[in-house]
């Protein structure tokens, strides 16, 4: 690239400038997949601020054991929101819809995805699912208190807005099928000349298993959300045992759904992990086939575990014994990975910069987030802390310290690609610091207090409980601390920082052979591809 | 934006998206198949309160419907725009009587008091208020994908009047019928499940 280009890459090039609209419908009618996926960005990480919001709120009231903060009704409607905002509007479209869209077609050299329309459907679906939530919070007899899990009977009979909500999740699940159906198609046929199922990206891997679970579980998700209507509308009774119905039933629909979907979470971040570690440890992906196989094999092994949330709920022995079996299974492909990228970084020249950073913390915290997640699959010791704060801690392990971690890894590589301008890297390594510290302190302590028995989803507890709950509360002050300075950094850098340059970490991937921004229609040609997607022999230093 | 044209691509999300729809009525079956295993009398009993009648006469016509829908395809490719326009005027009407003799059926059957959460289901044993209330909710759910497939079926047909739909580029028709089929398919289903074998 020659330095006059150079001279100014910034938000006037490439696809933010080259179209026929202007303005705001420019972009919420834009079929062109990077608006899309920055329409997905904002939207989701303007969620994930939310959810953070209410976290903290809830983190506040349980700061000592009997705050006056707010009431019960109050605190389990904020657990509930707070759960619903960060599952269903963060963390399951997040990365499909934001960096799968920003970076999958550029990645198999493609002009777009598949669908172009039916990508702008998904991301207005998501906004109208959304939008429905939110109605749901500030109408009727106020916001649902069920927990994100809407388990009946409970969700059927309180007069809280489960109803609208409710309504709301099943729209997104549509929009999470139409873009994993998307995805499983741009992926099968528009790979550019060259582009081999050996040399696709890690990231896109993950995407690809991801999009199939998308498609195959949520319509289970959806069928059970619908369910719940009819019990609260028409009165169906079929998870009513006064009237024949059984309770466990829906836990299972329920189930046989969010199992698979925590993968939906997980999945893309292994990916971005995938892509981040070969390319700061300048060395080729230790295992390529393995960890893109595993994404398959988790895919397809995780569909079988769901009755692992279910050991307390009154399953035969048999059937808990199965389900525990299945999801130690489970652990194999992760644990895969987590080798594979270890021996990737063994004798690497490794670079510690921001991305590669919140790269290193994933295999760390999702390592944490795994192994804790065996305790829980383990029937026997699963009753002892089944609905305490372990499994709390564990979760967010996973789906934070884990999924959101790769999310902010993600937007740290990347979106200085689509911007065309960087972030400053030491406040980003401060925030990244505190984010990390303040991350354990939370969650680590967390998990111990479950340990000793205190129960989650409760607004008030034993006095003995109090100081752990403070050194937590205090964890989520740092952490929020971390995550605004990561923030002002990043989103000041991305506007007005230095210019990024076309491959300012050295990728091999082919994101990195463009232009910065990338031109509307990505390549000026269509590429053929003739390496993998790790092979560094041909980029130079960064 | 030059829009290239993939009909591979195209019929491998139709494929895709009916996989999706089996796994929505999968969880109706799934119910289905537990709660006969723990009510088989009392689904029996529900059973029989079904009218085989009106379900065969709408496996008959949906059927028919089904191959009206293929009839269009062969034609498309012959470019023979009435056959094509008759049959698939043909599907759609399948479609509306199917629909209307469902109207039928449930009107029968709620004035006999058959309905989720009526007092006569209240008052028998619970595994009946199952039985119909899965029937309800599963036939309802197939009802809302005939009144979908049709309409879109006559959408497609406007499309083939309009000449935007021939036999160089039908891949819109063909995902139409094959949506429609598993409209059909479906339906294969559930007629046993609820009129015959209990
Ligand atoms: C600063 C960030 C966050 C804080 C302070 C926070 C705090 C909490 C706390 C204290 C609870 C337990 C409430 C209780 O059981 O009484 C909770 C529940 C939960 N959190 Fe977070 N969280 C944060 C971020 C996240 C993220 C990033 C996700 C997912 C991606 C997430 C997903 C959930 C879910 C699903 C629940 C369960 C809600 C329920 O019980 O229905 N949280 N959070
Ligand atoms: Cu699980």
Wanted: with cysteine; proline share 5%.
């Amino acid at each position: 690239m020659s330095s006059a280009e150079q001279a100014q890459p910034c938000t006037e090039g490439g696809f933010w400038r080259d179209t026929g609209r202007t303005g705001i419908t420019s972009w919420i009618f834009s079929t062109d997949h990077k608006r899309i996926g920055l329409l997905y960005f904002y939207s989701t990480f303007g969620f994930f601020l939310v959810g953070v919001m209410l976290g903290l709120l809830i983190r506040l009231d349980l700061m000592t054991p009997a705050s006056t903060l707010m009431g019960p009704q109050t605190y389990n409607a904020l657990f509930t929101v707070h759960g619903v905002v960060m599952i269903f509007l963060f963390i399951i479209p997040g990365m499909p819809g934001a960096f799968g869209n920003l970076v999958m077609p550029i990645q198999i050299g493609a002009r777009d995805v598949a669908f172009p329309r039916l990508n702008l459907f998904s991301w207005w679906l998501y906004i109208i699912g959304a939008g429905i939530i939110l109605t749901s919070l500030f109408t009727g007899n106020g916001p649902p208190d069920t927990g994100w899990t809407f388990y009946v009977p409970f969700s059927a009979r309180t007069s809280t807005n489960v109803s609208l909500a409710v309504l709301g999740v099943f729209t997104i699940g549509f929009s999470s099928i139409l873009t994993g159906l998307n995805f499983i198609t741009t992926i099968h046929r528009l790979r550019a000349e060259g582009m081999t199922w050996g040399r696709l990206p890690l990231f896109t891997w993950s995407l690809y298993a991801t999009a199939w679970i998308q498609l195959l579980a949520t319509p289970v998700l959806g069928i059970t959300l619908a369910l719940i209507l009819a019990e609260r509308l028409l009165g169906t009774g079929l998870f009513d045992p006064t009237r024949g119905g059984d309770p466990i039933m829906y836990q299972h629909l329920f189930w046989i759904y969010s199992h698979p979907a925590v993968y939906i979470m997980i999945l893309p971040g292994m990916g971005v992990v995938s892509d981040i570690i070969p390319v700061f440890a300048r060395k080729p992906i230790f295992g390529y086939k393995m960890i893109a196989f595993s994404s398959l094999a988790i895919a397809a092994a995780g569909s079988l575990v769901w009755g692992h949330h279910m050991f307390t709920s009154g399953m035969s022995d048999t059937a808990i014994l199965v389900f525990s079996f299945l999801t130690f299974i489970v652990a194999i492909p992760s644990a895969i990975k987590v080798f594979n990228w270890v021996s990737t970084l063994y004798k690497g020249s490794i670079s510690l910069e921001a991305p590669m950073l919140f790269a290193l913390s994933f295999i760390l915290l999702f390592s944490i987030g795994g192994l804790t997640g065996l305790i829980l699959g383990a029937a026997a010791t699963d009753i002892h802390v089944h609905d305490t704060d372990f499994v709390v801690g564990h979760f967010h392990y996973v789906m934070f310290g884990g999924a959101g971690f790769a999310f902010i890894a993600a937007m740290h590589y990347w979106l200085p690609k689509f911007y065309g301008r960087r972030y400053a890297e030491k406040p980003a390594i401060v925030g990244w610091a505190l984010m990390f510290v303040g991350f354990n302190v939370l969650y680590f302590s967390m998990m111990v207090l479950g340990l000793k028995g205190m129960p989650r989803r409760y607004y008030h507890y034993l006095p003995e409980f109090a100081p752990l709950n403070l050194v937590a509360t205090i964890g989520s002050w740092i952490l929020a601390l971390g995550l605004i300075i990561m923030l002002v950094n990043l989103f000041r850098g991305l506007f007005r920082g230095e210019p990024a340059g076309d491959n300012p970490w050295g990728g091999a991937t082919l994101e990195w052979s463009i232009p910065t921004p990338p031109a509307t229609e990505n390549f000026e040609q269509e590429p053929v591809v003739t390496h993998g997607p790790y092979d560094f022999t041909r980029t130079g230093e960064p | 934006m030059s829009r290239h044209r993939d009909d591979t691509g195209a019929k491998l999300g139709m494929w895709l998206f009916l996989f999706t729809e089996l796994f929505l009525f999968g969880g109706l079956f799934l119910l289905y198949a537990v709660y006969l295993s723990r009510y088989p009398r009392e689904f029996a009993a529900a059973g029989r309160e079904m009218h085989v009648v009106f379900g065969t006469a709408n496996t008959a016509i949906l059927i028919t419907s089904s191959m009206l829908a293929a009839t269009a395809v062969s034609a498309i490719q012959r470019d023979e725009r009435r056959r094509v326009l008759w049959s698939l005027g043909g599907t759609v009407l399948c479609a509306a009587i199917f629909l209307f003799n469902k109207y039928l059926e449930w009107s029968a059957e709620i004035s006999h008091g058959f309905y989720p959460n009526s007092p006569r289901l209240a008052a028998g044993p619970p595994g009946e208020s199952v039985f119909f209330s899965l029937y309800y909710l599963t036939v309802g759910l197939h009802g809302l994908h005939v009144l979908i497939g049709g309409t879109l079926l006559i959408w497609v047909a406007v499309r083939v009047r309009r000449g935007v739909v021939h036999s160089g580029d039908y891949v819109l028709l063909e995902n139409g019928a094959l949506y429609w089929h598993l409209v059909d398919l479906i339906w294969i289903f559930i007629f046993p499940l609820y009129y015959l074998i209990l």
